[in-house]
T-cell receptor, first 114, second 112 residues
Framework: EPEVTQTPSHQVTQMGQEVILRCVPI?????FYWYRQILGQKVEFLVS????????KSEIFDDQFSVERPDGSNFTLKIRSTKLEDSAMYFC????????????FGEGSWLTVV | SQQGEEDPQALSIQEGENATMNCSYK?????LQWYRQNSGRGLVHLIL?????REKHSGRLRVTLDTSKKSSSLLITASRAADTASYFC????????????FGTGTKLQVIP
């Protein structure tokens, strides 16, 4: 079965550093998403992306965050200047956008900011 | 507004028993999805039920949806130790399905 793949699986970074998390969505999907889950907490929506632009974002997704689809296959989340509170599992997801669409998630990227 | 509140928060049962988890939400939805998450792992899609459906089955899973009460339930029959995980409902708001909002989850422990 096709799957969403994410890299890296785990990254440790110094506070203030920039981080790029990478995702390869399922190939025929049109909608892409980033979610995050702080340890022990609920899964929180960050941003959705369609037709090469952000379609919706949450209040968490501030100016420190950006997303990009640099080519036909990758979808990236950049955190410009990481803070301790950015430590979380970040999930990429994709869907084909049809009614009744299932959203498929990757295994996640653990980000630890020290 | 907060969508998807599951109850109970935690559930512990013996292998072979049935497990029922409930989800309530606040606004009208297009679809409701249930996901499983093993500790530290990704979210695995289990089942999707559309707003015009009332019940859906998949293997040992049975999902119901009551849009008048804005609630859903997930029943796992004949549970196994491998079912131990957190279970989340996720809803997409009517009028746009460009994001789903997750509930707080039910942590299920199945004791062998």
């Amino acid at each position: 079965e096709p799957e969403v793949t994410q890299t890296p699986s785990h990254q440790v970074t110094q506070m203030g550093q920039e981080v790029i998390l990478r995702c390869v969505p399922i190939s025929n999907h049109l909608y892409f998403y980033w979610y995050r889950q702080i340890l022990g907490q609920k899964v929180e929506f960050l941003v959705s992306f369609y037709n090469n632009e952000i379609s919706e974002k949450s209040e968490i997704f501030d100016d420190q965050f950006s997303v990009e689809r640099p080519d036909g296959s990758n979808f990236t989340l950049k955190i410009r200047s990481t803070k301790l509170e950015d430590s979380a599992m970040y999930f990429c997801a994709s869907s084909d956008g049809s009614f009744g669409n299932t959203i498929y998630f990757g295994e996640g990227s653990w980000l630890t900011v020290v | 507004s907060q969508q998807g509140e599951e109850d109970p928060q935690a559930l512990s049962i013996q292998e072979g028993e049935n497990a029922t988890m409930n989800c309530s939400y606040k606004t009208s939805i297009n679809n409701l999805q249930w996901y499983r998450q093993n500790s530290g792992r990704g979210l695995v899609h289990l089942i999707l039920i559309r707003s015009n459906e009332r019940e859906k089955h998949s293997g040992r899973l049975r999902v119901t949806l009551d849009t008048s009460k804005k609630s859903s339930s997930l029943l796992i029959t004949a549970s196994r130790a491998a079912d131990t995980a957190s279970y989340f409902c996720a809803t997409d708001a009517s009028g746009g399905y460009q994001k789903v909002t997750f509930g707080t989850g039910t942590k299920l422990q199945v004791i062998p």
